[in-house]
């Protein structure tokens, strides 16, 4: 049967469609191709490790000034741009001299990234501050209340409504539904087409259930694999104590940088084998370095949730992104020279 088999190559519908898949896989491919998602990621990672120590090796007078505290929050600005800032560089001077302007059809602006970081930070403080005011409220019920208890409820409740009224504004300018992206095929259309028939509902179906699998119960199961990694660390180790919320935050962002890492990559796995050794380092070494390089705070008042997020942790994962980006960018240096330019 095989010898009946012929190849499509010198078939002009097939060589245009081929065509028009690697056109449209395009924008996909180039995503990582240089390793800039992955340096810029790196960099927020190693950002968040570094903070706490960078924090504890201020002087004192500095942390305790009103005026000269913000420089604590250097590591966090970096933390919050590196993963925007990283690639466009790269991409503009580094990928599209080689391989020529590619529009990413995903791309965020600037504005819209800090719209979405103004929103979030709102969200997060409208979630919180219900809880502190109704702390208030119960401390000025109390036999003995605070003397500015009453004037830190109304500030709280103040704080409140402004976070609540944020939420409701920038929530109607970045939580908005995507226009589709134009392509060679209608997916309504393909998937009225398909719910006609009792095979196309089965694979409706069989679609629908791999989907859930992929986004739900994809990072389940690695989530489940780190902190079975954990554990079993754990046991070997009998110096190291960990509760069972730090094994349950540090799994899930483990399991977390694990799926994001493949999703990245997705597109180019195939020709850079070597990141499937690099994802099983970052659940495997993730484990190890968490148990074996124990931290304590030298100022556990300035970060309260290292804890939770040992900076040691941090700096490996951060460490292993940015080395596979810079391999990925170093390869790709080596196989797209630059072009030349063109003459007038």
Known sequence: ?????????HVPAARTLAELQSQMQRPAVNANLDGGFELGWGTMVLCAGLSPYFVAALPYSVTSSWW????CYLPLLVMAFGPYAVPKLIKRYITWPRTGYVADP??????QLLLLMAFGAALGFALVLPF???SDIRGLTSPSPRPDGLSTAIWHGVELLVCASLVVFLGRKT??????????YDAAIINQGLGQTAAGRKTLRVVRLTLV???VGLPIVVGLAALGLLYLTKSALHHAELSWTQLGVLSFFVGCNAILYL???????????????ALATMLIGSA???????YKAARPELAPMLELFPPPVMLFLGLLWFLSGATTLLEFLRHHPRLAAESV
């Open 213 to 215: 699998l992929m986004f």
């Open 132 to 134: 502190l005011l109704f």
């Open 288 to 294: 190890i370095v968490a148990l074996t390089m124990p």
């Open 68 to 71: 000269k505290s913000w420089v």
């Open 175 to 184: 939580i908005r539904k995507r226009q589709p992206i134009p392509g060679a």
């Open 106 to 111: 995903n791309e965020v602006k600037l504005s």
């Open 1 to 9: 049967m095989n010898a009946d088999l012929h190849p499509l190559d």
């Open 263 to 277: 999703m990245g990559n997705a597109a180019i796995i195939r020709q850079h084998r070597w990141k499937w050794l």
